[in-house]
């Protein structure tokens, strides 16, 4: 059973960094098992992130036995893998030039691996202020991709991806906000990617100007869900995608 979210061919987008996005990226039948068994009372009992606004429920909870269903657990030991890894790598290319480093598993793969790979479970609560204002990801992450899942009976509106340009190139963001952009570096919002059943963006995050951000929910009144899809440099490797000034 192919479990992969790239089993459609992407096109990859370069500007104004490298990402895709793809439309009903799982087959119909194994999306709505995998929503049908979504862990939703794993994700509650978890320490809630953000000032109590996000639950995250992490491959190396996930991957432990009778913790999630047969089909979760499958999913996130294959979008953990080096399989996978190289599967992105395939698309991102020549942009993507990391070789074939020793990876696993966060909380799983010995501490000396160079990446760790993760496969997250989120719940946002209905919350209608924006979930996250631009901003950058940690340094160390290679590469981050969001599958959204929503509830069928979800009819709020925004909580979307939104992917921005940026103006020169960032040197600071405000740590204390998240890496949040400060306004001098913020361009235009380039695309929107709607928070849609099924739908799977990824980037590469391969600089500091890698600018992106959520929209404001409204009329919500159930949870935000989606699985995040994150490959990074362990600490041990002591390596970075990009430098940034992060001040608090």
Not at 7 to 15: A, C, G, N, R, Y
């Amino acid at each position: 059973m192919n479990l992969s979210v790239l089993q459609k061919k992407p096109e990859l987008i370069l500007e104004p960094y490298p990402h895709f996005v793809i439309e009903d990226a799982l087959p119909r039948d194994i999306y709505e098992q995998l929503e049908k068994e979504w862990p939703k009372e794993q994700l509650l009992s978890t320490e809630p992130f953000d000032l109590g606004i996000c639950y995250r429920l992490k491959a190396d909870e996930m991957l432990k036995p009778a913790k999630v269903s047969s089909l979760w657990k499958e999913f996130t030991e294959y979008h953990t893998s080096m399989d996978f890894y190289n599967e992105v790598k395939t698309v991102f290319s020549e942009y993507m030039k990391q070789g074939n480093p020793s990876l696993g598993p966060r909380g799983w793969v010995e501490k000396s691996a160079q990446v760790w790979t993760d496969c997250q479970a989120v719940m946002h609560t209905p919350v209608t202020t924006t979930t996250r204002s631009p901003h950058i990801d940690n340094p160390r992450e290679i590469y981050a991709g969001l599958l959204y899942m929503p509830y069928k009976e979800d009819t709020s509106t925004g909580g979307e991806f939104q992917i921005y340009d940026s103006v020169d190139l960032v040197q600071d963001v405000d740590m204390k906000k998240g890496r949040q952009i400060f306004e001098h570096n913020l361009g235009k919002v380039v695309k929107t990617i709607p928070y849609k059943a099924n739908t799977f963006v990824m980037f590469l995050n391969n600089s500091a100007n890698a600018i992106h951000g959520v929209t404001p929910r409204t009329n919500a009144s159930v949870h935000r869900r989606s699985v995040n899809i994150i490959a990074e440099y362990s600490r041990a490797s002591r390596m970075n995608m990009f430098t940034v000034n992060e001040k608090c």
